[in-house]
């Protein structure tokens, strides 16, 4: 009930409170004769009417949004990612996802890995693999970032990086601070109504954590130390 | 042919019984004066018969149909009072438009005429005239729109003196050019009572007179002489008023219960004179009585 | 100059207006001002003139086509009879005189004027007037 | 005997119109600014919703046409009471009018406004849109620029709706006593069970909420006829 009050009694009386001003206000003001007060609102929506010309033609939204369908396809592929990775099949990975590449020098046949998370866990998963063209005392990390949808946009790009690095003959990789990203939605809808609706579905977000894949390459003659049990063996 | 008819009208609000049981017919082309004290009931007749309220009980036809929102009633008919009121964004000359694309009849010319004479300027908003200014408008409003019945609440309240016998001029010109139904109270009989056809006198919500003027004033005589001259005959008739002064009696009487000629008068050394519609009306409608220097006996 | 009366007469309250219409016309016709069988003013004319009601100056009209000092011609209005001046004339002769001499009469009675000294008066007066 | 005058209901209501929404527009510019305070100055952020995902929070400020459609239907409500309080009837008494015919030319001036209202609530949508683009150029998405139909007719379905009980609760309070209370009543019971159901009533289609909203709509209208034909003039 207070929420309701709120909602709808606050506008209204607020509505109501400067619509009085005004017309108190323009009944001091004596210019305002019916002829200017029809020229204004047809200059204001002549105004309006110039504002959507200019987004239509001047505005090109460099975000693209995804359709419904769009997503849903999306999704079907992500179920598929989840899946080669529960196979450890690294098959996936395309070069379309390779985001950056590390090269790192180490010394001896081990390779101790230390992952600093953040307290939000990991946002990312890491899997070793062994490759056979690499010279030994050389690690490739390889960082892929599958779609991130949220809500239609594509965030993939927002995503921060892991910081990789070498120190102490040790990997470290680190993930950054949180970072937030902002955007402006233009929805020419109601809100009201599509929250409501969309309640009862389940919104277009997706499960983010398996959208961002380290590689570790190393040659075989290497071990991999990984004392935190979160890098797995991929083929 | 009657334009109005009115039977057995009542009119109460709340407790107050502003009409009781009036019954009265007016002829079209008729310019009619309504009279009567403040809260006599002249402003609830005429509002029945604008078609403003409805009567408690009782009919009221106007132009042959009950007049309570009737489209065809507004059409023909023009209330003219001091609360007539126009958009704040109308001057003087939008609002001469505005009427003219109402009222069939419109007199566009004639309203320049009119405004102009009184001095009226047109781009002025109607809100911002004096209240001698706002009565002119309105009766000219009231005027060249010249519907069959025209009803004048008080038209010149607060104008010029001089202004108003102008204007008395103006509505029976106007009357003469196109004649119509024509209703006006006024508190001043005195100066409208030369225009007027009828008199309806009106007295604690009824009708007590409704008669062409020289009748009405006729109705009621006022006689002086010595009092014991004059003892019998007002023991005869009915007495409206009556003062003594040293020896000498002065009274207004019922004309229609005096039965004696004018000769028998005057050789009895009594005197008769004609009272003003006015008198009349104040004679009409006094309580048994009610004389102001009663209160200060 | 028909027009011009208007501004010279002044209606007083007391008296019936359409009587007074009705003298004022029989007055014009007295002075000439109205001949016989000349038109005379409509109602509205005369309403006009005199800042009256029609129907009140109908009224003053109607009195003097009673007393046949105007005939009608249909259709053209109102004409003032051959002989209105002279019936006019008679009749004030021996309504308004003989009114008046009642006045004089008892007047001179409460002023305690003899019969004699009366006419005198009278002569003299007439003598003064000529 | 002059000739009567002899109009027609239709002629009345037509010419009452055409001056009445002449001379009502103020109320129209003075939706103008109430669009502009609460849509452009007011709501500089928009509707956020926020969503955190790892070490990458997103956060999205909504700019939809709630605050345009809520601004508006209030404006039209308080409007529409405005039409009927004395200022205005009395204005209608000075040419050829009655209580019907001021009632249905209100009703249509209502209509109109309505309509023009979606049009500068539209026109003000695509100017806080363009003051978001100069603003903030990187982070902008236009989802979709053209507003549907079915969204349009959801609009001004709702303004008309909220002019309609304005016009019908400012009729009533006019109205003879043995008809103001139980229309009253009534409309209160019909906004609570409204306010109760409401969520159960956005999950129909738009156009389901239009057609229900533009009957009751016509309800209120044909109501406020009624009421108008039998009440009395007050100039009190």
């Known amino acids: 009930m207070k929420a309701t009050f709120f909602l709808f009694f606050m506008p209204l009386l607020l509505v109501a409170a400067i619509f009085l001003l005004?017309?108190?206000?323009?009944?001091?003001?004596?210019?305002?004769?019916?002829?200017?007060?029809?020229?204004?609102?047809?200059?204001?929506?002549?105004?309006?009417?110039?504002?959507?010309?200019?987004?239509?033609?001047?505005?090109?939204?460099?975000?693209?949004?995804?359709?419904?369908?769009?997503?849903?396809?999306?999704?079907?592929?992500?179920?598929?990612?989840?899946?080669?990775?529960?196979?450890?099949?690294?098959?996936?990975?395309?070069?379309?996802?390779?985001?950056?590449?590390?090269?790192?020098?180490?010394?001896?046949?081990?390779?101790?890995?230390?992952?600093?998370?953040?307290?939000?866990?990991?946002?990312?998963?890491?899997?070793?693999?062994?490759?056979?063209?690499?010279?030994?005392?050389?690690?490739?990390?390889?960082?892929?970032?599958?779609?991130?949808?949220?809500?239609?946009?594509?965030?993939?790009?927002?995503?921060?990086?892991?910081?990789?690095?070498?120190?102490?003959?040790?990997?470290?990789?680190?993930?950054?601070?949180?970072?937030?990203?902002?955007?402006?939605?233009?929805?020419?809808?109601?809100?009201?109504?599509?929250?409501?609706?969309?309640?009862e579905q389940e919104p277009y977000a997706m499960d983010y954590s398996y959208s961002n894949v380290l590689i570790i390459d190393i040659p075989r003659s290497t071990v991999l130390e990984d004392s935190q049990g979160l890098v797995q063996y991929i083929r | 042919m009657n334009i109005i008819q009115c039977e057995d009208l009542s009119k109460s609000f709340g407790r107050r019984n502003a009409l009781q049981h009036v019954t009265c017919a007016i002829d079209a082309e008729k310019i009619i004066g309504i009279i009567g004290r403040n809260g006599a009931g002249k402003s609830t007749i005429l509002n029945i018969i604008a078609g403003y309220i409805k009567p408690t009980s009782g009919s009221c036809k106007v132009f042959n149909e009950n007049p309570f929102n009737n489209i065809q009633t507004a059409a023909n008919m023009i209330f003219i009072d001091d609360r007539l009121s126009f958009s704040d964004y109308l001057s003087l000359e939008d609002i001469l438009k505005f009427g003219a694309d109402f009222y069939p009849n419109w007199q566009s010319e004639l309203a320049y005429r009119m405004l102009d004479y009184a001095g009226l300027d047109l781009?002025?908003?109607?809100?911002?005239?004096?209240?001698?200014?706002?009565?002119?408008?309105?009766?000219?409003?009231?005027?060249?729109?010249?519907?069959?019945?025209?009803?004048?609440?008080?038209?010149?309240?607060?104008?010029?003196?001089?202004?108003?016998?102008?204007?008395?001029?103006?509505?029976?010109?106007?009357?003469?050019?196109?004649?119509?139904?024509?209703?006006?109270?006024?508190?001043?009989?005195?100066?409208?009572?030369?225009?007027?056809?009828?008199?309806?006198?009106?007295?604690?919500?009824?009708?007590?007179?409704?008669?062409?003027?020289?009748?009405?004033?006729?109705?009621?005589?006022?006689?002086?002489?010595?009092?014991?001259?004059?003892?019998?005959?007002?023991?005869?008739?009915?007495?409206?008023?009556?003062?003594?002064?040293?020896?000498?009696?002065?009274?207004?009487?019922?004309?229609?219960?005096?039965?004696?000629?004018?000769?028998?008068?005057?050789?009895?050394?009594?005197?008769?004179?004609?009272?003003?519609?006015?008198?009349?009306?104040?004679?009409?409608?006094?309580?048994?009585?009610?004389?102001?220097?009663a209160i200060f006996d | 100059?028909?027009?011009?009366?208007?501004?010279?007469?002044?209606?007083?309250?007391?008296?019936?207006?359409?009587?007074?219409?009705?003298?004022?016309?029989?007055?014009?016709?007295?002075?000439?001002?109205?001949?016989?069988?000349?038109?005379?003013?409509?109602?509205?004319?005369?309403?006009?003139?005199?800042?009256?009601?029609?129907?009140?100056?109908?009224?003053?009209?109607?009195?003097?086509?009673?007393?046949?000092?105007?005939?009608?011609?249909?259709?053209?209005?109102?004409?003032?009879?051959?002989?209105?001046?002279?019936?006019?004339?008679?009749?004030?002769?021996?309504?308004?005189?003989?009114?008046?001499?009642?006045?004089?009469?008892?007047?001179?009675?409460?002023?305690?004027?003899?019969?004699?000294?009366?006419l005198v008066l009278i002569r003299k007066t007439q003598e003064g007037l000529k | 005997m002059q000739s009567l005058t002899n109009i027609s209901l239709k002629t009345i209501v037509k010419k009452q119109v055409k001056w009445k929404a002449k001379l009502y527009i103020s109320a129209l510019s003075s939706l103008v600014i109430l669009q502009i305070i609460f849509g452009i100055l007011l709501s500089s952020s928009g509707s956020t919703s926020g969503y955190g995902r790892g070490n990458l929070s997103v956060q999205f400020s909504i700019y939809s046409l709630d605050m345009f459609l809520i601004v508006s239907a209030f404006w039209a409500f308080i409007v529409a009471i405005l039409f009927t309080t004395k200022a205005y009837r009395i204005d209608d008494l000075s040419v050829i009018s009655s209580r019907t015919s001021s009632a249905i030319a209100n009703i249509f001036v209502m209509i109109i406004y309505s309509f023009i209202a979606v049009v500068i609530m539209i026109s003000t949508f695509y100017l806080k849109v363009l003051e978001i683009l100069l603003v903030e150029k990187q982070s902008f998405i236009i989802e979709n620029l053209f507003i549907s139909p079915s969204i349009l007719l959801l609009c001004f379905s709702s303004i008309c709706l909220f002019g309609a009980i304005g016009l019908l609760l400012g009729t009533s309070f006019k109205g003879p006593t043995l008809i103001k209370v139980p229309i009253i009543v009534l409309l209160l019971i019909f906004i609570s069970l409204v306010s109760i159901n409401l969520n159960s009533l956005m999950m129909l289609p738009d156009l389901i909420i239009s057609v229900i909203y533009l009957f009751v709509s016509v309800l209120c209208f044909c109501l406020t006829i009624w009421i108008a034909d039998k009440s009395e003039v007050s100039r009190k």
């Not at chain 3, 004409?79 to 001499?101: P, S, W």
């Open chain 1, 22 to 199: 005004l017309s108190k206000l323009s009944k001091k003001i004596k210019i305002w004769t019916p002829k200017r007060i029809m020229i204004g609102i047809t200059g204001y929506l002549v105004l309006g009417l110039t504002a959507f010309l200019y987004i239509s033609f001047f505005a090109e939204s460099k975000i693209q949004v995804l359709s419904p369908f769009e997503m849903k396809q999306l999704e079907k592929k992500l179920e598929q990612i989840q899946k080669y990775d529960l196979e450890n099949d690294s098959s996936y990975l395309t070069e379309d996802y390779k985001k950056k590449t590390w090269e790192l020098k180490y010394e001896g046949d081990t390779l101790p890995v230390i992952v600093n998370g953040d307290d939000s866990g990991s946002n990312y998963i890491i899997r070793m693999r062994y490759k056979d063209n690499i010279d030994s005392g050389k690690a490739i990390v390889t960082y892929y970032q599958l779609p991130v949808i949220l809500d239609g946009i594509d965030l993939s790009d927002k995503v921060p990086l892991p910081n990789v690095y070498m120190a102490h003959n040790e990997l470290f990789i680190e993930s950054l601070s949180e970072q937030q990203v902002n955007y402006d939605r233009i929805k020419p809808t109601l809100s009201i109504l599509d929250f409501n609706r969309e309640v």
């Open chain 3, 1 to 118: 100059m028909k027009g011009g009366f208007s501004m010279h007469v002044h209606l007083d309250s007391t008296t019936p207006i359409y009587i007074q219409i009705a003298e004022w016309l029989q007055h014009e016709i007295i002075a000439d001002r109205l001949q016989a069988d000349e038109k005379v003013y409509s109602q509205y004319q005369l309403a006009e003139l005199f800042n009256i009601n029609p129907a009140t100056a109908g009224k003053g009209l109607t009195i003097l086509l009673d007393e046949q000092l105007l005939y009608k011609k249909r259709g053209l209005g109102m004409f003032v009879a051959t002989d209105a001046k002279e019936r006019i004339l008679t009749k004030r002769r021996n309504e308004i005189l003989t009114k008046m001499a009642q006045e004089l009469v008892l007047e001179a009675k409460r002023l305690l004027v003899s019969d004699e000294e009366l």
């Open chain 2, 123 to 293: 781009t002025a908003k109607h809100q911002q005239l004096s209240k001698g200014q706002l009565a002119t408008f309105n009766l000219v409003y009231g005027l060249v729109s010249r519907c069959a019945l025209t009803i004048l609440d008080e038209p010149m309240n607060g104008m010029d003196e001089a202004i108003r016998t102008d204007f008395y001029r103006a509505i029976l010109k106007e009357y003469l050019a196109f004649p119509r139904t024509i209703l006006i109270t006024s508190h001043h009989l005195q100066e409208m009572e030369s225009i007027l056809e009828e008199i309806l006198l009106i007295d604690k919500g009824s009708i007590i007179a409704h008669a062409p003027l020289d009748e009405f004033k006729e109705q009621l005589i006022s006689l002086s002489g010595p009092s014991d001259a004059l003892a019998d005959l007002l023991s005869e008739t009915e007495v409206y008023a009556q003062t003594i002064v040293a020896g000498m009696t002065s009274a207004i009487v019922d004309t229609s219960k005096l039965f004696v000629s004018e000769d028998l008068l005057r050789s009895k050394g009594i005197t008769l004179s004609h009272l003003t519609a006015s008198e009349v009306c104040k004679y009409l409608t006094s309580k048994e009585g009610s004389d102001i220097d």
